[in-house]
């Protein structure tokens, strides 16, 4: 018992010092899309735990970055034996697990989880402010500001372009799929109608509306056998003869400098 | 229940006609409008073509394929168990073979060689008939081999579910639904040329047991007097089964009730002699699963309504009608 409240007693003395507004020095991270901007912002001596994604190619983007920093798997015996100073949470992380962390004297800062590029600007505003990396945020958005405005708007009419999700799923407006393959160049195909969000579309309707270019949005390894990706092989598909393009999960999971990298994946392809 | 004076040759041209009839109506059902003169004058590179010949024709062949399997298993178990309650599903066998099924392609079985989903699909229907003959006994009662099904049923569902959760594919576990309820969306051609030959195999050796079945209404010893061979027999009819159940749930998911339904609603057509029965419930069951494909076309085009929805929701409640005019052998 006399541990315990010692160990409360120093990370509530970590705490306090990090509300005292110098930059937090032992952070860790609960969410994939903070793992990556975290690596992006913040020397990795300053990092104490990622997720357990952070560090796999097919889902981050700064895998290579994040390899050897400690997985903490959401535990909150995984996250507390290295004593962080600031935990950055999503907004869909468990909320039993950010109060208990909370309750247990730690400073949980809950991050927004952008779905566009316009927010995505602010939001690592924001965040570089947070983990005491401003200028390098500011930086890093001038950079994807830079690298976007060297995406060549193509000429002629834009051509149509389709997602296409395992089980038949695609993707309309206010997703970031969508935003790439727009801002790539092409119409969506979700977008033109009318979907909001994710919704299903059947395999006749996907293939009368004979799209230019087929995004497969493979979100696993395919070689894993599943119906879902049975059906993005059917035979069908192929026929069409559109191009298709494996959109590589790193590039659409969250928003970010990944983002513009998928935008001009897809641009090359017109 | 009376008898109709039906012949056999007129009952099955009946059902033929309807099939006809029915697949006709099939073709033309789905969530996009055909041009059928683009579908039929390039049937390779316009897009309606590839539609009517990759998508839907595969989609309504197999709905006769499976149909037929399912509703000659269903007459074939009938007749070898001596029991009207039997059927592929309540017997447990549909399950079993999805649970091979399941297997073979969530952990890389199917990546080797696509022939290993149906081969997988087989093992476990095989496993689960010769499972429900041993645990039951063949001179079981009604009650006692329903029980027995129900609980492999139950077991097979669970070990799906437990086999899809640690299968590496994030998705497997999303997938439950279509291997406990099926569903023939998105079916290619390949999935019907891979359970084809299977089905077929399995279609011709129930039928060359239908004398048996026939003899075997008298009782086994009378069939054996009648100079049968019967343990051979059996088994070759329990592999016909394995054959059709498990080659048609690896490509189409557990569709329940086709296999129970079918045979009951044709019995009074043919009197009851299990080998009259036997074309007719094949039929039958295609025609009743092209329906139950028209209907979900029909409720919700394009979207994820599974198909075993449909033949649960028919199926089910004429389940408990059985079980009411049984009412008396089961207590």
């Not at chain 1, 050897?68 to 468990?94: K, Q, Y």
């Not at chain 2, 595969?58 to 059927?87: D, F, K, T």
Request: charged share 15%.
């Amino acid at each position: 018992m006399r541990k315990v409240i010692a160990f409360l007693f120093a990370a509530w003395i970590a705490s306090a010092s990090a509300w005292a507004g110098a930059p937090p020095q032992r952070i860790a991270s609960l969410n994939l899309c903070a793992d990556q901007l975290l690596l992006m912002l913040v020397p990795r001596e300053r990092i104490v735990s990622v997720t357990d994604w952070a560090a796999r190619p097919e889902s981050s983007y700064m895998a290579a970055a994040a390899r050897g920093i400690p997985a903490n798997g959401g535990l909150v015996e995984a996250v507390l034996p290295t004593h962080p100073d600031l935990i950055l949470a999503g907004p869909f992380s468990d909320a039993t697990l950010i109060q208990l962390l909370r309750k247990l004297g730690q400073r949980v800062e809950v991050v927004d989880v952008p779905r566009t590029l316009d927010e995505a600007r602010d939001a690592i505003v924001h965040f570089g402010e947070l983990v005491g990396a401003a200028e390098e945020a500011r930086a890093l958005v001038a950079d994807m500001d830079a690298r976007l405005r060297r995406i060549a708007p193509p000429a002629g009419a834009a051509p149509l372009a389709a997602v296409y999700a395992p089980n038949g799923v695609t993707v309309g407006r206010g997703t970031v799929l969508a935003e790439i393959v727009e801002r790539a160049g092409w119409r969506n195909l979700g977008s033109e109608r009318g979907v909001d969000g994710f919704a299903a579309l059947s395999l006749e309707e996907l293939l009368i509306a004979q799209p230019r270019l087929i995004v497969l949005d493979v979100t696993a390894d395919g070689d894993a056998g599943s119906l879902a990706h049975g059906y993005l092989a059917h035979p069908a598909l192929a026929a069409l003869q559109a191009k298709t393009v494996v959109m590589p999960p790193p590039l659409s999971e969250c928003v970010g400098p990944m983002t513009v990298d998928a935008i001009e994946l897809l641009a090359a392809q017109r | 229940m009376k008898t109709r004076a039906l012949g056999d040759g007129r009952l099955l041209g009946v059902l033929a006609v309807l099939l006809v009839l029915l697949f006709a109506i099939s073709l033309q059902l789905g969530p996009v409008a055909l041009d059928w003169i683009a579908a039929f004058a390039r049937p390779g590179d316009s897009v309606h073509g590839i539609i009517l010949w990759q998508v839907r024709l595969p989609r309504e062949l197999l709905a006769i394929c499976v149909g037929a399997s399912m509703g000659l298993s269903g007459a074939a178990l009938q007749g070898l168990l001596r029991n009207p309650l039997a059927g592929p599903d309540l017997l447990g066998v549909t399950s079993c073979a999805a649970l091979g099924a399941v297997l073979s392609l969530y952990f890389g079985l199917t990546a080797v060689n696509a022939l290993l989903l149906p081969v997988g699909g087989m093992l476990g229907a095989g496993l689960a008939v010769a499972l429900v003959f041993l645990l039951a006994g063949r001179n079981a009662s009604v009650l006692a081999l329903i029980l027995a099904g129900m609980a492999i049923s139950a077991i097979m569902s669970s070990l799906i579910a437990l086999a899809l959760n640690f299968a590496p594919n994030p998705f497997a576990v999303s997938e439950m639904m279509y291997w406990l309820l099926g569903s023939l969306a998105n079916r290619s051609n390949h999935d019907l040329l891979i359970a084809l030959p299977f089905m077929l195999a399995g279609w011709l050796l129930i039928l060359s047991c239908g004398r048996f079945l026939d003899a075997l209404t008298l009782g086994e010893d009378s069939a054996r007097s009648l100079g049968f061979d019967g343990a051979r027999l059996r088994w070759r009819t329990i592999l016909g089964v394995a054959l059709c159940v498990g080659a048609s749930v690896s490509v189409s998911g557990n569709i329940g009730f086709v296999g129970l339904v079918v045979p009951h609603l044709l019995r009074p057509w043919v009197g009851f002699e299990p080998r009259r029965l036997l074309l007719p419930s094949a039929l039958g069951g295609a025609l009743l699963l092209l329906a139950a494909d028209i209907a979900v076309q029909l409720l919700s085009p394009g979207s994820g309504l599974k198909l075993g929805v449909v033949t649960a929701l028919i199926g089910g409640p004429f389940f408990l009608h059985l079980v009411y005019r049984n009412r008396a052998v089961l207590t």
